[in-house]
Nanobody
Framework: QVQLVESGGGSVQAGGSLRLSCAASGYIYSSYCLGWFRQVPGKGREGVGGIDSDGRIIYIDSVKGRFTISRDSAKNTLYLQMNSLKREDTAMYYC???????????????????WGQGTQVTVSS
């Protein structure tokens, strides 16, 4: 069973940067999508981006050019580098895994069966 643990959240001023990490433990399937999601109170969870087992990366439009997803396979760790942060990026951020396919569909969170506990990101002006 795979477990995901996020870290790296915190408070930052608008324009600043944070890097989130997601450490995976347990059996890692050869085909997967690892995704980053975020959620603010009272709203649904939003897919931010994902990387699949072939290394293809996708992002939602609102973070393109500001956020970068990467992975270190040797460390079984997923990263989300967030630059030029805006107040609207404030949310709880989660990493999640979809082991049923080798491509990412981040618009469908139900496809992701393994989730981390989340890490809070707060951006102030």
């Amino acid at each position: 069973q795979v477990q995901l643990v996020e870290s790296g959240g915190g408070s930052v001023q608008a324009g600043g940067s944070l890097r989130l990490s997601c450490a995976a433990s347990g059996y890692i399937y050869s085909s997967y999508c690892l995704g980053w999601f975020r959620q603010v109170p009272g709203k649904g969870r939003e897919g931010v981006g994902g990387i699949d087992s072939d290394g293809r990366i996708i992002y939602i439009d609102s973070v393109k050019g500001r956020f970068t997803i990467s992975r270190d396979s040797a460390k079984n760790t997923l990263y989300l580098q967030m630059n030029s942060l805006k107040r609207e990026d404030t949310a709880m951020y989660y990493c999640a895994a979809d082991f049923a396919r080798d491509y990412c569909i981040i618009s469908s969170q139900d496809l992701f069966t393994t989730w981390g506990q989340g890490t809070q990101v707060t951006v102030s002006s």
